[in-house]
Every structure is written in C-alpha cells, then in structure tokens.
C-alpha cells in the first residue's frame, strides 16, 4: 500500500528481454535504498512492483505481461525518469491518499496551461474508468496523489503546484503524452459491491415472482 507521496525519482538504466515480459533495472538516489531488501513491494510511475537485487544505487524489476498491457512502463526508454515510492509503514502519515500501486489503465494528456505558479493539467482517459473520477476526489497518476478539480464526461482536470512539477516526472509531461491512471480504490469497490446488490436483488425479485 503507498500513499501517492513520491519520495524520489529514478533514472531507467537497463531492459532486459526474458521470453516475452521484462526485466528493468533503475539508478536511484543512495537514500532510498538505505533500508530497503528484497521482496520491499515499491512504486515505479504508480506500478506496484517486487524490489529485486538491490544495492546502494539501485535496483530491478521484473514486468509481466499483464503490467506490460496495462500501463506505460513496457514504452520506457534507457534514460526515462520516473516516480518512486517506497511502501508505506502502519506507523506513516497518510499524506495523500490510499494508493494500491495497481494500474487501471492510461490517461492522456491533452493540454498543460498556467495557472497563477501552478499548472493546470487536462487529462483524457476512457469512460469505463471516468466513472470512478469525481471532481475534488483522489486520483493516481504516475504514482503521485493529485486532486481532481473538474470533470467533464472523461476529461478531468488537474492543478499541479510548482513543487509537484519539480520533485516529480509530471513537469516533463507533454501533450500527447500518457501516465498510469489508478483511480480511487474505495470507489472502485462500491462500484463492484453495489453490482452485486443489484445482481441479489435481481434473484431475490425472481424467487418471489416464481
């Protein structure tokens, strides 16, 4: 579990090919990894993944197939920056909001404007995941913690203030551009619930009408 607060950025140094999914090593500053071991779950851009061999400037990662389909880190390039943030501890402030590290899908970007110091961002994504995005709700991108501002039909709107923009890959974003969407996790599960109240109720109507 993560809280969206990023706690530094890492630079991709290598891809290695391994029968059809990936293994990625990052160079990462010396801090981060000071207590960190294998197996530590970590977020990279908002993917939740499994810290493997670990030194004191960096670490792996091995990408599946199924995290190759549904996020952006299969499109990175040696050089890439990206988010990073260690789990987080039962002891943490909770800074941002309650973030799984499980991608949903993308979101595009299809306009950046200036908006007093800060920077107003308008994202596109699709409407099977629009649906969970309200306006002053929580939603993940790339693994930071953001407030939704506006929403209209499956663009929503975001300001990102200036130190957002420095301490994190979302200033490098250009139009056009996609990040890893997680949308809030406990909308995600009242969706799911009230699906299956109305699948109950459903059957319970039928059993009284037979």
Do not use: W
């Not at 990023?6 to 290695?16: D, K, P, R, Y």
């Not at 294998?38 to 091995?62: K, Q, R, W, Y």
């Not at 909770?94 to 306009?111: P, T």
């Amino acid at each position: 579990m993560f809280t969206g607060i990023v706690a530094a950025t890492g630079e991709l140094q290598s891809i290695e090919s391994h029968d059809g999914d990936l293994r990625i090593r990052f160079d990462v500053p010396p801090a981060l990894m000071a207590d960190s071991k294998v197996g530590d779950s970590i977020s990279i851009a908002g993917v939740c993944l499994t810290m493997l061999e670990p030194d004191a400037n960096g670490f792996s990662a091995d990408l599946s197939v199924e995290t190759l389909d549904k996020t952006s880190l299969g499109h990175r390039r040696k050089g890439d920056r990206v988010n990073l943030e260690l789990a987080m501890r039962a002891s943490d402030r909770l800074g941002g909001h309650l973030v799984s590290g499980h991608v949903d899908g993308l979101a595009r970007l299809i306009s950046r404007t200036a908006d007093a110091r800060s920077e107003r961002f308008v994202f596109e994504t699709d409407r099977k995941l629009a649906r969970y995005i309200a306006p002053k709700g929580s939603a993940c991108l790339d693994g930071v913690s953001l407030t939704v501002n506006e929403v209209d039909d499956n663009r929503f709107s975001i300001c990102i203030i200036p130190h957002t923009l420095v301490v994190t890959t979302l200033g490098d974003l250009a139009v056009g551009e996609s990040v890893n969407l997680e949308v809030d996790l406990i909308a995600r599960y009242l969706d799911r619930l009230n699906q299956y109240g109305q699948a109950d109720d459903s059957s319970t109507q039928k059993e009284i009408n037979t």
